[in-house]
């Protein structure tokens, strides 16, 4: 059985197989933890993904695609689209988890062992953080009890304090 681990910090510096990025539907980087990976992973990154872009179109909200970790120590950026909160009746709440569960699957395909996500959504797209960090561990639990093949462990890295607070009290 997979393990579930609570880290504070910043996502850029974690070693794990693959990280999750809280991108948008251009996959061109934004702020927060899309800019702190575009910053610190090199322009590598933003080639794969106007690469992706220009395949697909970009990354519609709850989907996810990956590319390399260009310089950061991760093998695999997995990017995913979070929900943008409109009160909650946009499906928010599903199309959250939907992020979990399509990273975990691509992770899955890659077969990684080890990842790291960040609270998706619960910064510049307002997600309300206690039923954010509920969905994320529902979802991720779920997928390590059902679907896992290769993920040993799950990390999720809250860089605020508030969401650090959140996840211990739940985990
Ligand atoms: N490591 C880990 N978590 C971080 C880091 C970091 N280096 N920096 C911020 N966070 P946000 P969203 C946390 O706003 O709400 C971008 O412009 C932060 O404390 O990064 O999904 C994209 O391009 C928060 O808890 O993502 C999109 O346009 C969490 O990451 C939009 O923001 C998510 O906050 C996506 O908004």
Sequence with gaps: ???????KGDITVSDTDAIVNAAN????????VDGAIHRKGGPKILEECIAIRNRQGG????????TSGGLLPCRYVIHTVGPIWNGGKKKERELLSN???????????LN???????NISTGIYHFPKEEAAEIAIQTVQ??????????????????????YEIYEKLI
């Design 1 to 7: 059985m997979a393990t579930i681990k609570l880290i």
């Design 25 to 32: 539907s251009s996959l061109l980087g934004g702020g927060g």
């Design 59 to 66: 990354c519609k909200t709850g989907e996810a695609v990956y």
């Design 99 to 109: 992020c979990y569960h399509n990273s975990l699957k691509i992770a899955n395909e």
């Design 112 to 118: 990684v062992a080890t990842i790291a996500f960040p």
């Design 142 to 163: 779920a997928f390590l009890e059902i679907e896992n093949k290769t993920i040993q462990e799950v990390s999720f890295i809250c860089f605020d304090e508030e969401n």
